[in-house]
């Protein structure tokens, strides 16, 4: 057993240790950030088509005690004027 500590010699074969490669996390972080970029600009874009293409929305109607309200904060003064 003369290669006890020796071992790393017959794994690496030939294989340089210079080889430079891509960052697996910056690969991740690319295609992370574009899938959320892609979807922004997906929203984004929907919204604008269904701003152009929907009908308005509907007010709703306003109830009979709301109006009898604002009319008589408009027209009566207050007490003591």
Do not use: C
């Not at 071992?7 to 430079?20: E, T």
């Not at 996390?25 to 950030?33: F, K, M, N, S, T």
């Not at 970029?37 to 306003?62: C, D, E, R, S």
């Amino acid at each position: 057993m003369d290669h006890e500590g020796d071992f790393g010699d017959d794994r690496m074969g030939n294989v340089p240790q210079d080889v430079k490669g891509f960052n697996p996390g910056l690969i991740v972080l690319l295609v992370v950030g574009g899938l959320v970029l892609a979807f922004l600009i997906g929203n984004y874009f929907l919204y604008m088509y269904a701003q152009k293409t929907l009908p308005a929305k509907k007010k709703k109607p306003v109830s009979k005690k709301k109006m009898k309200k604002e009319r008589l904060k408009q027209g009566v003064s207050a007490p003591g004027e």
